[in-house]
């Protein structure tokens, strides 16, 4: 089994600054891209920020220069530092990991349990 749990979220004013962490456990062999999801109120579910192997990382246009997706390769750990948050930055946030586990080595993708960010004043 593959777990994700996330942390770090909660409120924040707008402006304000939060950090979300996720790390992978359980029987992995590998895990190839990270993500950061959320889903903001009234819309679908939406790419926050990727970081693939080789160091490739992309990041949705609403959050250019705001947002820093950063990962611990040795903690199977990734990490969302989220500055100048906005309102519109409001949603739950979800970890994605494209893994391989030792149970089967059948690369798929796992999603964390999601952890709330609240950007209000």
């Known amino acids: 089994q593959v777990q994700l749990v996330e942390s770090g979220g909660g409120l924040a004013q707008p402006g304000g600054s939060l950090r979300l962490s996720c790390s992978a456990s359980g029987s992995i062999f590998s895990i190839y891209a990270m993500a950061w999801f959320r889903r903001v109120p009234g819309k679908q579910r939406e790419l926050v920020a990727v970081s693939g192997t080789g160091g490739n990382i992309t990041y949705a246009e609403s959050v250019k220069g705001r947002f820093t997706i950063s990962r611990d390769n040795a903690k199977n750990t990734v990490f969302l530092q989220m500055n100048s948050l906005k309102p519109d930055d409001t949603g739950v946030y979800y970890c994605?990991?494209?893994?391989?586990?030792?149970?089967?080595?059948?690369?798929?993708?796992?999603w964390g349990q999601g952890t709330q960010v609240t950007v209000s004043s």
């Open positions: 994605h990991a494209d893994v391989v586990p030792r149970t089967d080595f059948s690369r798929r993708g796992f």
